[in-house]
């Protein structure tokens, strides 16, 4: 490894112990790119402080057999707003993308834009569609040609007619980060020129090629000059999730599209910075067919800003050509370009140079912030002309890599071993591989599995349903059981969402954001794996899963188990109904039989299973609890999805004189420092603390607890990035009872000392999935969740793992629900 990968290998180990901002603008032979640390302060420090706000959906499709191109639409226009932070990067604003749009619509036949979804405040997401006009009979054998790719793309392969007409697909996503401005200002340029160019070779690229365009992916961050977007998210961290809109939208667009070859368009990392990454590459990849062109397509991208001429273009960092191993992966699916390469594309990050956020944004004179934003929009420009230009020119070699793609899961074929020296550089350091398990069987047990099978539908994974009871590798399956048979064209997909991933901490030096996850094991739905067996049983395809609710007849007094999420927002709906429900156990509540029309209401909206009560069954009066929350925006929205109403509070409200006297339990997890409080605020949090309940997660969290003098124990912290799926022994009442025995960690803690209840203990060998140096065995057998009365009249429950992060391990949101139920009892 020579000097330069070292020194970088060395950079990115100081970014993560925050030795490391973001950069300066760099030149050309400065410190090499660096991107924001995953688990940053957002988790930590700051108080979400977002308004409730409603749930938008994805509402985009591709129109088939209707209409040809263009398909025009007059997009409605906003109010201007000038506040809108990219006004004075002189870029273009929000309310002025559609004004601009309409008018290229009228401008030229070449030229569609379409609603695709909304935000999350709910501003309508665009995309553009640049091609030649096509009659509604072209269209229609377009989108046949484009579903025989994937659903037979053997006959694909020998359809001559298909590889000589049907037209390129290239995606471009601009602006996920709503604080880096310029992608959607350099794809406006593309758009623009395309639209309005009257020469013969631009004719001949628009006749063969489909260029797809969301303008901007999250108007409320560009708006605001945040990188997340109105829910407090990072769009580019939720692709294996779709918890949020606008994730979801991009979701379909690349479902609809099935591009060759996609582009993200970020910033700023001080030089242009152009992927592919470096490894560990995800290992279901079909890597082969991936790095064959995306090495070559990011040289040409290279070349493309080194003929724009600024000092700052010289050349671009490429990392899996210049960075060490771990400096900048394409591990974990969350990020828009590696979700793209599951769903057949060549997908690229490109981070544009010249930092125009954040600090800069208002401590640089105006003057300087518009120069540096028109090279970044001549940067954006010129890596998207360059990657249309190399899908154009490589287009036959694109399509049968795609077709090849779907025809290897189709049949079921082993990824091949990638040989050293296949691309220039590729070594032993890029081998990731994985074995692909025959089948995934999912049963129907409820909510939680209803939940997984809709996810995996909506990102087009093939799932099918038994038309009768079977047996697989010992085991008997009841009729309407849901099969993921692996022999399908996504299967890369199939299985990074559903395997248990890979221990890879001793293959690279750190990693940059997570890298563990896995539906299977942290969404709560039970999945058995049948590694060589087929299953032998009729079956027929699952469009959405069943009913999963339930309601046993007769006039029994019913049971709710709180196992899952759904679980908990059903309790809360029959507490807001004035349901006189009693709690039998911290797991279990007791809904009496005169209240079934409200069980009833509840199981058919959230899919939740009641269970007869046995006759002699009684409990305690329960009551809707009124939480405070001091914590992280993907936590608050995760609490408000649960159905609770937090009070988002703080060190800074509360020392302004926020109330918590009507308040049962506060939840602390970000920006809340007892020891930051002031006279009035300590005294409303100690009148709280001394008939109240606590609970906390994270180092935050565990600071409250020993500064306000609760649980008597000490806090012990893992290095800051480790993180991943651990494996945890279920000890305790309250969390340990019935929760999975997997659970998410992200700078895991763990808990000494003595004088209270142990409910989860980290396993012998912790770590299943993620990156934990120096090793997880450092917390084996180490207690990771503790709950106990307080020294100060309360309850609390600590939690050393994240059981809400970033709204994904969602079988870990009810463990956390009978937390606060049971503090603030």
Same mark, same amino acid.
């Given at each position: 490894m020579d000097l330069k990968r070292t020194f970088t290998g060395f950079a990115a180990a100081l970014l993560m112990t925050g030795l490391l901002g973001n950069p300066a603008p760099a030149a050309p032979d400065d410190s090499p790119s660096t991107r924001d640390f995953g688990n940053g302060p957002e988790r930590n420090s700051v108080a979400a402080e977002i308004p409730p706000i409603g749930q938008s959906a994805s509402t985009f499709k591709i129109a088939t057999g209707t209409t040809g191109y263009p398909r025009q639409n007059v997009l409605r226009v906003y109010p201007e707003n000038p506040a809108d932070k990219s006004i004075k990067l002189g870029l273009v604003p929000y309310h002025?993308?559609?004004?601009?749009?309409?008018?290229?619509?009228?401008?030229?036949?070449?030229?569609?834009?379409?609603?695709?979804?909304?935000? *999350? =405040?709910?501003?309508?997401?665009? $995309?553009?569609?640049? &091609?030649? #006009?096509? %009659? /509604? +009979?072209?269209?229609?054998?377009?989108?046949?040609?484009?579903?025989?790719?994937?659903?037979?793309?053997?006959?694909?392969?020998?359809?001559?007619?298909?590889?000589?007409?049907?037209?390129?697909?290239?995606?471009?996503?601009?602006?996920?980060?709503?604080?880096?401005?310029?992608?959607?200002?350099? *794809? =406006?340029?593309?758009?623009?020129? $395309?639209?309005?160019? &009257?020469? #013969?070779? %631009? /004719? +001949?690229?628009?006749?063969?090629?489909?260029?797809?365009?969301?303008?901007?992916?999250?108007?409320?961050?560009?708006?605001?000059?945040?990188?997340?977007?109105?829910?407090?998210?990072?769009?580019?961290?939720?692709?294996?999730?779709?918890?949020?809109?606008?994730?979801?939208?991009?979701?379909?667009?690349?479902?609809?599209?099935?591009?060759?070859?996609?582009?993200?368009?970020?910033?700023? %990392?001080?030089?242009?910075?152009?992927?592919?990454?470096?490894?560990?590459?995800?290992?279901?990849?079909?890597?082969?067919?991936?790095?064959?062109?995306?090495?070559?397509?990011?040289?040409?991208?290279?070349?493309?800003?080194?003929?724009?001429?600024?000092?700052?273009?010289?050349?671009?960092?490429?990392?899996?050509?210049?960075?060490?191993?771990?400096?900048?992966?394409?591990?974990?699916?969350?990020? %828009?370009?590696?979700?793209?390469?599951?769903?057949?594309?060549?997908?690229?990050?490109?981070?544009?140079?010249?930092?125009?956020?954040?600090?800069?944004?208002?401590?640089?004179?105006?003057?300087?912030?518009?120069?540096?934003?028109?090279?970044?929009?001549?940067?954006?420009?010129?890596?998207?002309?360059?990657?249309?230009?190399?899908?154009?020119?490589?287009?036959?070699?694109?399509?049968?890599?795609?077709?090849?793609?779907?025809?290897?899961?189709?049949?079921?074929?082993?990824?091949?071993?990638?040989?050293?020296g296949f691309v220039e550089g590729f070594g032993p350091e890029d081998r990731y591989s994985t074995t692909f398990p025959r089948a995934y069987v999912i049963p129907d047990s409820g909510p939680a599995a209803a939940r997984l099978v809709d996810h995996l539908i909506a990102n087009d994974v093939r799932v099918t349903r038994a038309t009768h009871a079977f047996t697989l590798t010992g085991r008997s399956y009841p009729r309407g059981t849901y099969l993921v048979d692996m022999r399908q064209p996504k299967r890369g997909l199939a299985n990074v969402l559903l395997e248990a991933g890979r221990d890879i901490s001793q293959l690279v030096p750190q990693m940059y954001d997570i890298s563990g996850w896995s539906h299977r094991l942290l969404w709560g739905a039970p999945v058995d794996i049948s590694r060589a067996a087929a299953p032998r049983v009729s079956t027929r395809p699952v469009v959405a899963a069943g009913p999963a609710g339930h309601v046993p007849s007769g006039g029994r007094d019913l049971l709710l188990t709180l196992r899952d999420g759904s679980d908990v927002r059903a309790l809360n709906t029959l507490l807001d109904l004035g349901v006189a429900v009693r709690q039998t156990t911290a797991a279990t509540v007791l809904v009496p039989a005169a209240a079934r029309d409200a069980a009833s209401l509840v199981a058919d909206r959230f899919g939740v299973r009641f269970t007869a009560a046995p006759r002699s069954a009684t409990g305690t009066p329960l009551t809707r609890p009124t939480i405070a929350a001091a914590v992280s925006a993907d936590e608050l929205f995760v609490l408000r999805d649960m159905g609770f109403q937090p009070r988002v509070v703080s060190t800074a409200r509360l020392n302004a004189g926020a109330d918590l006297s009507d308040v049962d339990t506060l939840v602390v997890s970000s920006g809340l420092s007892y020891a930051g409080l002031?006279?009035?605020?300590?005294?409303?949090?100690?009148?709280?603390?001394?008939?109240?309940?606590?609970?906390?997660?994270?180092?935050?969290?565990?600071?409250?607890?020993?500064?306000?003098?609760?649980?008597?124990?000490?806090?012990?912290?893992?290095?800051?990035?480790?993180?991943?799926?651990?494996?945890?022994?279920?000890?305790?009442?309250?969390?340990?009872?019935?929760?999975?025995?997997?659970?998410?960690?992200?700078?895991?803690?763990?808990?000494?000392?003595?004088?209270?209840?142990?409910?989860?203990?980290?396993?012998?060998?912790?770590?299943?999935?993620?990156?934990?140096?120096?090793?997880?065995?450092?917390?084996?057998?180490?207690?990771?969740?503790?709950?106990?009365?307080?020294?100060?009249?309360?309850?609390?429950?600590?939690?050393?793992?994240?059981?809400?992060?970033?709204?994904?391990?969602?079988?870990?949101?009810?463990?956390?629900?009978?937390?606060?139920?049971?503090?603030?009892?």
């Open positions: 002025g993308i559609a004004p601009k749009l309409n008018a290229l619509q009228q401008a030229s036949n070449r030229v569609s834009a379409e609603v695709i979804g909304h935000s *999350a =405040l709910g501003r309508d997401l665009y $995309l553009v569609t640049v &091609t030649a #006009p096509e %009659t /509604a +009979a072209q269209a229609r054998k377009q989108d046949r040609w484009r579903a025989l790719i994937e659903d037979d793309p053997r006959q694909a392969n020998r359809d001559a007619a298909l590889k000589l007409g049907y037209k390129t697909p290239v995606w471009i996503n601009a602006n996920i980060h709503g604080d880096e401005w310029e992608g959607t200002d350099g *794809a =406006l340029r593309v758009i623009e020129r $395309l639209a309005g160019a &009257t020469d #013969p070779a %631009t /004719a +001949a690229l628009l006749a063969r090629t489909r260029v797809y365009v969301t303008v901007t992916n999250n108007p409320d961050g560009r708006i605001a000059g945040t990188r997340v977007n109105g829910a407090g998210f990072d769009i580019n961290r939720d692709h294996a999730t779709g918890s949020q809109p606008e994730s979801r939208a991009v979701r379909d667009v690349v479902i609809g599209t099935q591009p060759f070859v996609m582009l993200d368009e970020h910033g700023y %990392t001080g030089t242009t910075l152009i992927e592919p990454a470096t490894p560990p590459h995800g290992q279901n990849y079909e890597y082969d067919l991936y790095i064959k062109h995306a090495l070559p397509n990011a040289l040409g991208m290279e070349a493309a800003i080194q003929r724009l001429g600024h000092p700052e273009t010289a050349r671009a960092d490429i990392p899996f050509r210049d960075y060490a191993p771990g400096d900048w992966d394409d591990w974990p699916p969350i990020f %828009t370009p590696m979700y793209g390469i599951y769903q057949g594309a060549v997908g690229h990050t490109v981070e544009i140079p010249l930092q125009v956020n954040r600090g800069v944004y208002d401590s640089l004179p105006v003057e300087e912030l518009r120069r540096r934003s028109a090279v970044n929009t001549d940067v954006a420009s010129a890596t998207i002309t360059a990657a249309i230009s190399y899908a154009d020119v490589h287009r036959r070699s694109l399509l049968e890599g795609q077709i090849e793609q779907f025809r290897r899961g189709w049949a079921g074929e082993p990824s091949p071993e990638i040989p050293d002031n006279a009035t605020g300590r005294a409303e949090v100690d009148e709280l603390l001394a008939r109240g309940g606590v609970v906390t997660r994270g180092s935050t969290g565990a600071a409250f607890n020993a500064a306000a003098g609760l649980l008597p124990a000490t806090a012990v912290a893992a290095r800051s990035d480790a993180n991943g799926v651990v494996a945890v022994d279920n000890t305790g009442p309250v969390v340990g009872a019935g929760s999975p025995p997997h659970s998410f960690v992200y700078s895991p803690l763990w808990f000494t000392g003595t004088g209270f209840t142990v409910e989860q203990r980290y396993a012998s060998t912790p770590l299943v999935a993620g990156h934990w140096l120096p090793s997880s065995t450092e917390a084996a057998g180490r207690a990771a969740v503790i709950s106990g009365p307080t020294a100060r009249g309360g309850r609390a429950v600590l939690f050393g793992t994240e059981p809400l992060f970033r709204a994904h391990p969602k079988g870990l949101y009810a463990p956390f629900a009978r937390a606060l139920y049971w503090t603030a009892g």
